[in-house]
């Protein structure tokens, strides 16, 4: 895997650009950081991925990026699972959606409800209102709920889809591009 920006010397945020993966099999896990972005991604690129390497981050932001690229990260966060072991990615709690310029977000909505509803599901009801310290804390390992969903640039939203998103995650932010 060839991750191709480091935004800050402290590595706090990992940047993917346009996927460019190379084969690596000594490549298990990304290095430590808080973010990790994936930036200009298309599934194709994605899915041919070899290895898909563990990340401990808790922030993820995907901008302009297609409905493939965005299937194949929802599968790699959980959805859907019957497991907490099967999410490459427990410890996101955090998940931003962002088009710029004249991209527009297409969304595959049901593989997105399934993913939240899993890492929820694997989280436990007795974790929900935890917040990360405070698992971190009880030494809480598994699949952690997404806490914080912001859209920004994406199609317009139901009314039945939008209070799905306010009953099951906490944080909801759905700004529509404007045309």
């Not at 190379?22 to 041919?48: Q, V, Y």
């Not at 990615?89 to 955090?94: E, G």
Request: hydrophobic letters at 40%; a neutral charge; proline letters at 4%.
């Amino acid at each position: 895997m060839k991750v191709l920006g480091v935004v800050d010397e402290y590595c706090k945020t990992i940047v993917i650009h346009d996927c460019e993966f190379a084969e690596d099999p000594r490549m298990r896990s990304l290095p430590s950081s808080n973010t990790l972005e994936f930036d200009e991604c298309f599934g194709g690129k994605l899915e041919m991925m070899p290895l898909t390497p563990l990340w401990d981050g808790h922030t993820m932001t995907i901008t302009n990026s297609d409905s493939l690229c965005l299937k194949t990260i929802f599968v790699l966060l959980g959805a859907p699972f019957k497991d907490s072991g099967c999410s490459l990615w427990p410890r996101v709690t955090t998940l931003k959606l962002v088009a710029k310029g004249d991209f527009v977000l297409k969304f595959p909505f049901k593989m997105l409800k399934a993913m939240i509803s899993s890492r929820r599901e694997a989280a436990g009801q007795e974790n929900l209102e935890k917040n990360d310290i405070e698992l971190d804390a009880i030494g809480f390992k598994g699949v952690r709920p997404i806490r914080v969903f912001h859209v920004h640039g994406g199609q317009g939203l139901l009314r039945k889809e939008r209070e799905w998103f306010e009953e099951y995650v906490r944080d909801f932010v759905w700004d529509c591009k404007k045309r």
